[in-house]
Every structure is written in structure tokens, then in C-alpha cells.
């Protein structure tokens, strides 16, 4: 039975600035939870938490469209770009909250990424993504040509840094950023594995 056919008629048929509006609002949610205590005795920390998983779930998202693509027929390509911003929206709102309303201080910013290596990690995940993110654009796109692609490969040790940094930063033995890390290199894997022929009974 051919289930892709109608996945990719609908898909399609999505509008993509909607889309935009809705990955922006679950901030604002978080922080009216925050302000109401529905985020526990340590809303920051929460706030960090669920801001940088759902980076990492966006990032993940957009590993996962070229291999639906390639070995399912399933083309979300469209939406790309939209889930690359949303994950740099919330890689940048979890680095905020950190500065902000975590750290406050700017030496001692400075002095935790140096000693800590899970915060090293992060940033130089966040620093990978940055050109990323400035470089998201048709304007881009035509400016750079071949070196676009080239750029945007960046994407594949930025995800890895980000899995590693939520890895380090748990305390103790805990199975959900392994999780995170083995969907990110299963999803690596499949890009690089030669495509199968699709066949539909």
C-alpha cells in the first residue's frame, strides 16, 4: 500500500509562515508556567531544560527529512528551513536563559564555559550553528552557491556537540540524552547508507 503519496499530497498543501508563528509561542508558555510556579521549586532550571530539549528535538527533526526523503519517498524538504531556524530559536533562548536569569555574572559566564566542559561543548555547538542560522535565506543561497552546502554540513557536529552537551550535563546514569544521541547517529548513519528501492505491496 503506497502510504507516501498521500503524506506528501498533504504536506503540500501546509502553509509554512503559520508554522513559524506556532514553533515561536511554547516560550512564552514556559514562561507564564515560570511565573505561576508550574515550572517546580527550580523554574530556571526548568526553563533551561525544556528550551534546550526542544532544540535538540527540532535538530533532530531536520536530520531526520533528508532520510525520509531518500529511503521512505516521504519529501518534507519544504519544511527544512523552518525546523532549522525553530532550532536555532531555541538553542538561542536556552543560551539566553542561561546568561540571563541563570549566571548574571559576566566573569563568571566567562570562567564556566573554560572549566565546564559540558558548558564548552554547548557553546561551540551554538557557535556552529550561528552561520547557519545568518545564512538561511534565498539571498544566501544564491550568494554562495556550492559553498551553501558546504557551510550547512556544519549542522552534522553542531547536532553531535548538542547531544554530548545534554549527555555530560545530567548527573548520573540516565537513558533519555543516550536516547537523544543514538537517534542523532542512527539519522547520520542513514544519510550517508545508499538509498533502497522503495517497494509498496
Known sequence: M????????????????????????????FLYQ???????????????HRLG??????????????PLRRHLGVNLIRF????????????????LVWLVLDVQILGQIWADILKR????????????????????????IRKLGPKWRQ????VYPAVLLGALHFVMLVKGFQIE????????????????KPARRRQFV
Not at 80 to 95: I, K, N, T
Not at 180 to 189: E, P, T, V
Open 34 to 48: 515560570g511565573l505561576t510556579g508550574g515550572l517546580g521549586v527550580e523554574p530556571i532550571k526548568a526553563l533551561e
Open 117 to 140: 566542559p559540558y558548558i564548552t561543548v554547548g557553546m561551540a555547538g551554538f557557535v556552529l550553528l550561528l552561520p547557519l542560522a545568518v545564512t538561511s535565506n534565498a539571498w544566501s
Open 177 to 192: 540524552p543516550l536516547l537523544y544521541m543514538g537517534a542523532i547517529l542512527m539519522l547520520l548513519a542513514l544519510r550517508f
Open 2 to 29: 503506497d502510504f507516501v503519496t498521500p503524506i506528501n499530497s498533504a504536506a503540500r498543501r501546509v502553509p509554512i509562515w503559520p508554522l513559524y508563528i506556532l514553533c515561536a509561542l511554547p516560550p512564552f508558555w
Open 80 to 95: 527544512r528551513r523552518m525546523v532549522g531556524l525553530a532550532a536555532f530559536y531555541y538553542v538561542a533562548l536556552h543560551l
Open 151 to 154: 557551510l550547512h554540513k556544519l
Open 53 to 66: 530539549e526542544l532544540a535538540l528535538q527540532f535538530l533532530v527533526a531536520g536530520l531526520a527529512i533528508t
